[in-house]
Structure formats: C-alpha cells, structure tokens
C-alpha cells in the first residue's frame, strides 16, 4: 500500500490522526500485538479508535470527527469506542503539507479497512459529511483499479502519460480484500474508479482495461453496483450534500435514515 507524499513547501501544518483499529474480541494488549501483523478488514462490529494529543486540541475538527463517530453509532451496525493509545493497527491520518495539495478535495482510501492502512485528511476543508465519507470507506474497503494488487491481470498502466513525479500514485497496493459480507465477488468490476486520464500529463490515458468486456459502459454500471452495495450496508449513509451558499458551510441530508440494526439486517 503506497504511503502518502508530502511537498517541499510547508504552507499546512502536518496534522496526524491515529485511527486504532481491531475486532471485536476479547484480545489482551498483548496479544494484540502479536497479531497486529494479521489483516482486520472492515466492516466489524467494533472499531477502536486512538486520537493524537496534538489533534486533540483542535476544538473544531474534534467536533466534527465527534459528530461523525455519532452518526454512525447511531445509524450503522458498526459502533466506533474510543480508547486509550496502544502500539500496533493504526490507521494513519495525515493532512496536507503544501498548497498544492489543497487542490486535492477529497481523501485517498485505496484499499482502507486494513489495519496499517494510510488515509489523507484536508484539514482545511473539514466538514461532518467530509470525516463521515473517510470513516465509511474505512469501513467498506474497496480499491480503486488501478492499485489492487492484481491490476495488472485487468488493466494496463501507460507510465509515459503520468506526470512526473506521480508514478508513486500508480504503485499496487499490497493488500487484496477477500470478499466481504454485503460485497460479494470482488471482481474486476467491483472497484472505485478514477477517471483513466488521472495524472495526465499529455491528456492521454495513464490506464485502461485490457479487456474489451471492461469497457466505460461497463465501467459505470459496476460503479452504480458499487454505491448500491455500500448503501445497502450502511442504512443510507450515503447522503445527499446541500451546499448552502450563503453560510458557505454544508449540511447533511439524513431523510429515510432508519434506527441503528444488526449487520444481518442491514444486509437483508
């Protein structure tokens, strides 16, 4: 799994926010790091989370965060505890450190929901239905396909598009999820899709399919499929954003969000 990359210029201060992440089981801190090495692939019914001291002192994004851990506690089959801070499945959170970064509206999840898994925060442009997006992927782990791990059996990486110095941005991720209840057949279909001129530097394409089965049709309708499967999973936390644009601040849509189930209803 690729790890974030920071610019020269140090227009955003760093900001890291440790995610503590394990099953729900009756593991003593020491076990725990026995198998901190073992995959723990989401969603569970338990996630611990550890939040840094340093983070912990911005007043306004822990409200936000709070308030995103909130809803989904309250909405999902999936409760988030804090805990106190231990070594071993972090999830790393970092915000951006140069200005060019800042063009980057939203957080990069590839293959999240792994313990040791990186995800990118723009702290500048935080929002409760921001933080709930990152906490949702961490929790319906899917890649986008030009990471997996087994890309190169499905899809064909142009390197001489890439722009230079983004080649990091098209490295495999080492992880491949297994299937996962509510996401059955983890297919070449089953992914979250960039644009395939992402990180052009000519215009040209920087990956396609290599096979004529996967073409954009086909592409989209997978995608569609996608966004079904998470709804379905999550009781309809895939809300709709208002922008109000007056206040220059979002808010979130939570009409047909039902009472919080189990994991097997919410699947039914």
């Not at 007043?59 to 506690?73: C, G, W």
């Not at 040209?204 to 995608?223: E, F, G, S, V």
Request: net charge positive.
């Amino acid at each position: 799994m690729r790890t974030p990359r920071f610019g020269i210029f140090p227009a955003v201060v760093l900001s890291v926010l440790v995610l503590k992440c394990h099953a729900e089981t009756a593991l003593s801190k020491w076990s725990r790091f026995a198998t901190a090495a073992k995959l723990q692939i989401y969603p569970d019914t338990t996630v611990t989370y550890y939040v840094d001291p340093d983070i912990s002192k911005n007043v306004s994004f822990m409200k936000t965060f709070l308030d995103a851990v909130k809803k989904i506690n309250d909405y999902t089959c999936v409760q988030m505890l804090r805990a106190p801070h231990e070594e071993g499945v972090d999830i790393l959170i970092y915000g951006p450190s140069t200005i060019e970064d800042q063009s980057n509206k939203e957080p990069h999840c590839s293959g999240s929901g792994v313990r040791g898994s990186r995800i990118s925060f723009q702290l500048n442009h935080i929002s409760t239905h921001f933080v709930l997006r990152v906490l949702l992927r961490c929790l319906a782990p899917l890649e986008y396909e030009h990471l997996r791990s087994d890309r190169d059996d499905h899809v064909v990486i142009f390197w001489k598009n890439i722009k230079d110095g983004h080649e990091e941005e098209f490295m495999k991720s080492s992880i491949y999820p297994p299937d996962i209840p509510g996401f059955p057949g983890y297919t070449h279909g089953s992914v979250l899709t960039v644009p395939m001129n992402y990180l052009s530097k000519n215009g040209r394409k920087t990956y396609a399919p290599k096979n004529a089965i996967h073409n954009d049709d086909y592409r989209r309708i997978k995608m569609k499929v996608d966004a079904q499967r998470v709804r379905l999973y999550y009781r309809q936390l895939m809300f709709t954003i208002i922008q109000n644009k007056t206040m220059q601040h979002y808010k979130i849509k939570t009409s047909k969000m039902g009472p919080k189930k189990s994991c097997a209803e919410d699947l039914m």
